[in-house]
């Protein structure tokens, strides 16, 4: 199975949408998908796929829930509706991991991770596992200063970058139908060689529908085929920041 993880490093900018439009697109395919809640003090999953409490096995392993043949499993199945997760971060990273690994998953093609946004416990844990990241975006200042840093992140860990998903790029005009751009900024990170697989709009069907009925599945695939490894950088910043990592550990 591959693991694919749609993540950002900036919250609102549509992970959860991207991950589970990108989940059915691939079922619909004929793929055998799993999708993984990672944000584990955020769930959306539950609220897109369907509030379906989880199964558990004789032997204690979780029994996904399944919607339109995807098999998914988040924390929000686990705990109440409101209720807040106030656990240790070391609980946290080992929780986002059991959810994954102690999940009775049968056989998959592949599995899509939804991340929390920055670089949380569950972040920290799992984003070093992936086989592939999906990066999403908004095109403004503040978003890119934040999406730069975990495509640093992806460059540290050697992990392959499909490209990047660019949402709420514009809306249409009711009245004529003429896209009008949400924001003035446009920040894909062509300079670093990643590609960028679609422009979303900011759409009031997705918004309602929750997922993204034509989202670019076929592109995706395609640039798993070419992905972007992104060469390390050395430097005295790197030493210090592996310096720095060895003193916490």
Known sequence: MKKIGVVSGKGGVGKTTVSASLALGLARRGYRV??????????????????????????????????????????????????????????????????????????LDYV????????????????????????????????????????????EYQIPIIGVVENMVYMRCPSCGAPIKVFNEDHGFEEHGIPTIARIPLDPTIASRKVIEDFPVDKVLEAMK??????????????????????IA
């Open 112 to 155: 899509v991770f939804d991340f929390p946004p920055g670089f949380e416990a569950e972040t920290l844990e799992m984003l070093p596992l992936m086989d592939y990241v999906l990066i999403v975006t908004v095109p403004s200042a503040l978003s890119r200063s934040k999406v730069e840093r975990m495509v640093e992140a992806c460059r």
């Open 226 to 247: 070419r992905p972007i490894i992104l060469q390390r950088k050395p430097g005295v910043k790197r030493k210090l920041l592996e310096l720095l990592l060895r003193v």
């Open 34 to 107: 799993g999708l993984v809640d990672l944000d584990l003090t955020g769930s959306n999953i539950p609220d897109v796929l369907g509030r379906r409490e989880l199964g558990v096995s004789d032997n204690d392993m979780l029994i996904p829930s399944e919607h339109d043949n995807i098999k998914y499993v988040s924390l929000g199945q686990i705990i109440g509706d409101g209720d807040p997760v106030l656990w240790d971060p070391k609980d946290v990273r080992s929780a986002a991991r059991q959810l994954f690994e102690r999940t009775l998953w049968g056989e």
